[in-house]
């Protein structure tokens, strides 16, 4: 039952192949009536369902309004079908009539051409395959698939084939020989066209030697940098244009000329093909013809001057006053704007890490490759799904699927971001990337043409942080102390009391530091001491949280299996080990002795007859950063 040639076809789709498959609206040709019988069949192999409900759920899959009819009008009748009686049935109502005959006649009428000997013979076994499926009485044989290629593959190939002696006695080892064959011949092919385009262009080159001087005259010039420049009149007597100087080449490569116009200025420098007398063969008249010039050049950015007798002629006693020269173009590349900021994290709390993090205002998102997000050591956060929205100017996504927390400073921790958060990209080409959002919660404007990123609310300069300010410290050297007499003479109160007034502190002639410094590292120090704070409110929480894990001793166990018997096979049991046991500190015995007399009497610990012996090493416990070993080890040290 044929549709319209431009109904589209339908699409069958299959999710797992224990799930049923969908067959969707559209027209069925004998490839997608194939495709929809093997996905029936896989539906059938792998889902639990019985033979003879199989019908019942394919065919609720079809969704085309023509196949929905068809089935519920026999609906009864086709769910007692089998899987193979309902294809056969389904296909005699979607397929055109005599349909094998068609796939028939286009296998027989098939030739190779000029396409390679594999491509077609797997077309062809393609069609046949359709008919074998269907289980049609048109499919071909082995034998008759091999005759019908041997018949009509291309006559080279053929020839080929007629001399030489193959050694298969099956179709597929016969295949494989004349596909061999057939890239062979492909191979001598290619080798004799380069040698007959090699041939050619000799032959053209011996030919243009030994022309006579007629039509050497009567052709155009040849040159590399541009076609002839004479005009199309046959008249071989016509002078021809000068040819360019490298002075007058160099001028107009300089002034987007065009060297086959000769025109500065002209929009096509770039495309000589684009060249207007190119491509109407109107050249200039060479008697009028003028040398070009740097003064022709510099008037012809108003307006177009050249050296032809049609063009504006250029007066001697014209003076370099009178040509306007605009400013010069901007440059077609500028560089990034990258600002030097430090970046540290608990990892590396002693030394930031210097990074350049590029400023991009028309970036929506801040972003931060893995590779530093790794060497910062930052804690992932899962970012939400509707946030992954990056793409390049390609239209590729950037996916991202997590981010960090982060806090950038500036001139030597004059100037702090606070903390931001910026998503985690992998394989990001920088190491970090500012965008709108950074660049708007922190009100820094971008300056392109100052090539500056000042911070609104205390002009501070990120892309060029201000040195720190250097005064010195006014002050006389100290005079040189007298030495006390030994005779029990008293010093001189008047004399000490000037001593000190003249004398001068120790950090003469040393810089100040920048007031913005000292706030910095105050800052810095605020927020470590309200840190350590957190931390010490949280180990007292957890510790009254778990009391029980921290109990006053160990806890006695009363009674202890003795039916459990553990052995440890050796590799060598004579095997001497010689390894040194290193025996405790003679202050730690004590503590030592309490808690193994502890697990002695709640039964954790056995005396051993064993003649290995287990060396052991005991962590001291601290009181106020000091070892002390009168703690018992199963103190926790508080950290």
């Known amino acids: 039952m044929p549709l319209a040639d431009n109904h589209p076809l339908a699409e069958v789709k299959v999710s797992k192949l224990k799930d049923c498959p969908m067959l969707m609206p559209g027209q069925l040709d004998i490839k997608k009536f194939q495709e929809w ?32 009819k068809w089935y519920h009008a026999n609906q009864t009748r086709i769910n007692a079908l089998s899987l193979d009686k309902y294809l056969t049935e389904f296909a005699k109502y979607v397929l055109p009539r005599k349909w094998e005959h068609s796939v028939r006649n286009t296998l027989l009428s098939s030739k190779q051409g000029n396409k390679p000997f594999a491509d077609w013979q797997i077309e062809l076994e393609n069609l046949n395959t359709l008919l074998a499926n269907t ?25 080929k084939l007629d001399n030489t002696n193959l050694i298969a006695t099956t179709f597929p ?52 940098q541009s076609p002839s420049l004479m005009g199309s009149s046959a008249n071989a007597n016509i002078l021809q244009l000068p040819q360019l100087t490298e002075d007058e080449k160099r001028i107009l490569k300089e002034h987007e000329g065009c060297t086959q116009c000769r025109v500065f200025y002209c929009g096509h420098a770039k495309d000589l093909n684009k060249c207007p007398m190119k491509i109407n063969s109107t050249w200039p008249d060479p008697k009028n013809y003028k040398t070009l010039t740097l003064k022709m050049a510099l008037a012809a950015k108003n307006k177009t001057v050249t050296g032809y007798a049609y063009a504006e002629e250029i007066r001697d006693d014209d003076t370099d006053s009178d040509l306007y020269v605009p400013p010069s173009d901007p440059p077609l590349t500028g560089q990034h704007m990258k600002a030097m900021v430090e970046l540290s994290s608990p990892s590396i709390p002693s030394f930031p890490i210097f990074v350049k993090a590029l400023l991009d205002n028309g970036c929506p998102s801040t972003v931060i490759s893995d590779v530093l997000v790794t060497r910062l050591g930052l804690c992932h956060f899962p970012l939400p799904k509707e946030e992954d929205n990056l793409t390049s100017l390609s239209e590729s996504p950037l996916h991202c699927k997590e981010y960090v927390k982060l806090e950038l400073l500036a001139g030597k921790g004059a100037w702090s971001s606070g903390v931001s958060r910026a998503k985690m990209n992998v ?180 005396s051993s007859s064993s003649e290995f012996a287990s060396p052991s090493f005991c962590i001291p416990k601290y009181r106020n950063g000091v070892p002390d070993p009168t703690i018992p080890p199963r103190w926790v040290n508080d950290y």
């Open 37 to 68: 019988s093997n996905a029936c069949h896989w539906y059938l192999k792998h889902s639990e369902k019985k033979p003879e409900e199989i019908v019942r759920f394919v065919a609720d899959g079809m969704l085309e309004p023509r196949f929905v």
């Open 135 to 159: 289980k049609s009485m048109c499919c071909l044989s082995d034998a008759s698939v091999q005759a019908q290629l041997e018949a009509n593959m291309n006559p080279d190939l053929h020839a």
């Open 173 to 224: 080892d016969w295949i494989r020989e004349v596909t061999e064959l057939d890239e062979d011949l492909c191979k001598e092919n290619a080798c004799t066209q380069c040698l007959i385009d090699a041939n050619n262009a000799a032959h053209a080159a011996e030919q243009q030697k030994h022309k006579p001087l007629a039509e050497c005259l009567s052709d155009p010039p040849t040159c590399t």
């Open 427 to 606: 394989s990001l080409p920088v190491p970090l990337l500012l965008g709108i959002p950074f660049l708007s919660s922190k009100q820094i404007v971008l300056d392109v043409h100052a090539r500056t990123a000042i911070d609104k609310r205390t002009g501070f300069n990120i892309m060029a942080p201000p040195p720190p300010r250097s005064e010195p410290i006014q002050n006389t050297k100290p005079p040189k102390k007298k030495r006390k007499s030994h005779e029990g003479k008293a010093s001189n109160p008047s004399s000490e009391n000037t001593t000190e007034q003249g004398s001068t502190p120790e950090l003469e002639g040393r810089e100040a530091p920048d007031p913005k410094t000292i706030l910095a590292m105050v800052l810095e120090r605020i927020k470590g001491l309200a840190f350590q704070e957190k931390l010490q409110k949280k180990d007292a929480e957890l510790k009254e949280q778990y009391a029980d894990r921290f109990p006053a001793r160990l806890p006695d166990i009363q009674a202890v299996p003795n039916n459990i018997h553990h052995r440890i096979w050796l590799k060598d049991p004579h095997k001497v080990v010689n390894a040194r046991g290193y025996a405790a500190p003679k202050k730690y015995h004590e503590a030592w002795k309490k808690l193994l007399d502890e697990h002695l009497a709640a039964s954790r610990l056995q």
